[in-house]
């Protein structure tokens, strides 16, 4: 998620007597001077070895690139989600987040110093060819991935539109390597696709949140509303699986399309005055309508607002699979020409006081999907908790990733007819729906 327009610490002992008060402000005094102190001494500890690698290595290093990579390995180890972008990069995350870019579609996280595909953008070059959540890109255009920064090894798979690039893909349980070729293409997001169901279900899909998701939301149910009549809608199914989220202000103003009142979601950083609360107003584009949304391990970050928005208000039965558990936020706060920082400065909440991070929105009905036999083992994320460094949750127990298959074929999407069963009334619907689950 960028910064929108808004966008843990110790303890203290007691002494228990006041005539010891002037001397602990003098021993605390002491303490942040010593503290100080020593981040200087380890400062010129950085000086004195970023010296000796630009006078003593054995090729002249490039200065510029030296303290990007000091600055990125400070980033990189404070949690997965924080890094430096340089210019380019920030132009690029601006360019994307305006729903246009160049490039291959396709969403990659670093993992053991691998680039993991989180999932294919629909109708782009990586969905076509086959690339599927979960693969390893070992290699790109002959040149090994290991020792890249995801921002180099993004670069790499970006290009020239109409020119090729390929790729060697380490997937699960296959036996050998398997190359795949991709021609570069200018990446349109469309990130809102609907149509209807069973001749009376509105069918929503968003993809991602980008500047574009809500009007393109209002678009969609004004289309089905249109099509089916507004009195013959029995309700409508708002897919975000897969989804892996984008901006806050977008999540936000999704959620407030189905709600006329409450808070969506709040957001808490380090310091208690940072908190800010974001509150729904009156207006709801599916005039009452019931609502299903689905959720699988793929669904993160800005569609977790949505859904427990939707879950906690009892807007929206949720379906699926349990979601990804990224419960942090990001901002972007840029650094002159010379890029931004993605740092993460707080952690969201939903609307009755739930962190999410490391967990996920449990679904209030769990559905699950046949799953082809050569696709078993390789369908499920690690989500959140399975990332290295990941934010921790005290007192809280963390739950893994979860199935993010997606059958091709909607005749055999088990979610979805699961859904669509549901607002016809039909409540069992699909074989491998569950009872509601307990929330925490």
Same mark, same amino acid.
């Given at each position: 998620?960028?910064?929108?327009?808004?966008?843990?610490?110790? $303890?203290?002992?007691?002494?228990?007597?006041?005539?010891?008060?002037?001397? /602990?402000?003098?021993?605390?005094? /002491?303490?942040?001077?010593?503290?100080?102190?020593?981040?200087?001494?380890?400062?010129?500890?950085?000086?004195? %070895?970023?010296?000796?690698?630009?006078?003593?290595?054995?090729?002249?290093?490039?200065?510029?690139?030296?303290?990007?990579?000091? %600055?990125?390995?400070?980033?990189?180890?404070?949690?997965?989600?924080?890094?430096?972008?340089?210019?380019? !990069?920030?132009?690029?995350?601006?360019?994307?987040?305006?729903?246009?870019?160049?490039?291959?579609?396709?969403?990659?996280?670093?993992?053991?110093?691998?680039?993991?595909?989180?999932?294919?953008?629909?109708?782009?070059? !990586?969905?076509?060819?086959?690339?599927?959540?979960?693969?390893?890109?070992?290699?790109?255009?002959?040149?090994?991935?290991?020792?890249?920064?995801?921002?180099?090894?993004?670069?790499?798979?970006?290009?020239?539109?109409?020119?090729?690039?390929?790729?060697?893909?380490?997937?699960?349980?296959?036996?050998?390597?398997?190359?795949?070729?991709?021609?570069?293409?200018?990446?349109?997001?469309?990130?809102?696709?609907?149509?209807?169901?069973?001749?009376?279900?509105?069918?929503?899909?968003?993809? *991602?949140?980008?500047?574009?998701?809500?009007?393109?939301?209002?678009?969609?149910?004004?289309?089905?509303?249109?099509?089916?009549?507004?009195?013959?809608?029995?309700?409508?199914?708002? @897919?975000?699986?897969?989804? +892996?989220?984008?901006?806050?202000?977008? $999540?936000?103003?999704?959620?407030?399309? &189905?709600?006329?009142?409450?808070?969506?979601?709040?957001?808490?950083?380090?310091?208690? @005055?940072?908190?800010?609360?974001?509150? $729904?107003?009156?207006?709801?584009?599916?005039?009452?309508?019931?609502?299903?949304?689905? %959720?699988?391990?793929?669904?993160?970050?800005?569609?977790?607002?949505?859904?427990?928005?939707?879950?906690?208000?009892?807007?929206?039965?949720?379906?699926?699979?349990?979601? &990804?558990?990224?419960?942090?936020?990001?901002?972007?706060?840029?650094?002159?020409?010379?890029? !931004?920082?993605?740092?993460?400065?707080?952690?969201?909440?939903?609307?009755?006081?739930?962190?999410? *991070? !490391?967990?996920?929105?449990? +679904?209030?009905?769990?559905?699950?999907?046949?799953?082809?036999?050569?696709?078993?083992?390789?369908?499920?994320?690690?989500?959140?908790?399975?990332?290295?460094?990941?934010?921790?949750?005290?007192? /809280?127990?963390?739950?893994?990733?979860?199935?993010?298959?997606? +059958?091709? @074929?909607?005749?055999?999407?088990?979610?979805?007819?699961?859904?669509? @069963?549901?607002?016809?009334?039909?409540?069992?619907?699909?074989?491998?729906? /569950?009872?509601?689950?307990?929330?925490?």
């Amino acid at each position: 998620m960028r910064k929108v327009s808004l966008v843990l610490l110790g $303890a203290a002992l007691g002494i228990g007597a006041s005539a010891l008060s002037t001397q /602990t402000q003098l021993l605390s005094g /002491t303490s942040a001077i010593a503290a100080s102190a020593e981040t200087y001494r380890q400062l010129s500890l950085f000086g004195d %070895v970023f010296e000796k690698v630009r006078t003593d290595y054995v090729e002249k290093p490039e200065e510029s690139k030296l303290i990007e990579s000091a %600055v990125n390995g400070m980033l990189t180890s404070l949690d997965p989600h924080s890094s430096y972008m340089d210019a380019k !990069a920030f132009r690029d995350m601006q360019t994307t987040t305006k729903g246009e870019f160049g490039g291959l579609g396709i969403e990659v996280t670093m993992e053991d110093g691998l680039i993991k595909v989180v999932s294919p953008i629909d109708d782009t070059p !990586a969905s076509k060819a086959g690339l599927l959540a979960n693969d390893i890109i070992t290699q790109i255009d002959e040149d090994q991935v290991q020792g890249l920064t995801l921002n180099q090894a993004v670069d790499k798979m970006r290009g020239p539109v109409n020119s090729t690039v390929k790729l060697k893909i380490s997937r699960k349980e296959a036996k050998d390597p398997i190359d795949v070729s991709l021609t570069r293409d200018i990446i349109k997001i469309r990130p809102v696709r609907s149509k209807v169901e069973s001749g009376d279900v509105g069918y929503v899909r968003l993809t *991602q949140f980008n500047e574009q998701t809500y009007d393109g939301l209002k678009t969609a149910i004004d289309k089905l509303q249109s099509e089916i009549g507004g009195d013959k809608i029995k309700g409508y199914v708002i @897919d975000l699986r897969n989804n +892996p989220g984008g901006l806050l202000d977008q $999540a936000v103003m999704v959620s407030d399309a &189905f709600l006329d009142r409450g808070e969506i979601v709040s957001t808490r950083g380090r310091n208690p @005055d940072e908190t800010q609360r974001f509150s $729904a107003k009156a207006g709801d584009l599916a005039k009452g309508k019931p609502i299903v949304v689905l %959720v699988n391990g793929g669904a993160a970050s800005a569609s977790e607002i949505v859904a427990g928005a939707l879950q906690d208000h009892k807007r929206a039965t949720i379906m699926g699979t349990r979601s &990804f558990g990224k419960g942090s936020v990001q901002s972007i706060i840029p650094l002159g020409g010379q890029g !931004a920082l993605r740092l993460t400065t707080a952690r969201y909440y939903t609307p009755s006081g739930r962190s999410i *991070q !490391a967990k996920g929105i449990e +679904p209030d009905q769990e559905v699950l999907q046949e799953v082809p036999d050569d696709l078993k083992g390789k369908d499920e994320t690690k989500g959140e908790a399975g990332l290295k460094g990941h934010l921790k949750q005290k007192d /809280t127990e963390e739950r893994g990733g979860s199935s993010a298959y997606i +059958p091709p @074929d909607p005749a055999k999407d088990k979610q979805l007819i699961a859904a669509v @069963d549901f607002l016809h009334g039909i409540q069992k619907g699909a074989a491998n729906v /569950t009872k509601p689950a307990t929330q925490n």
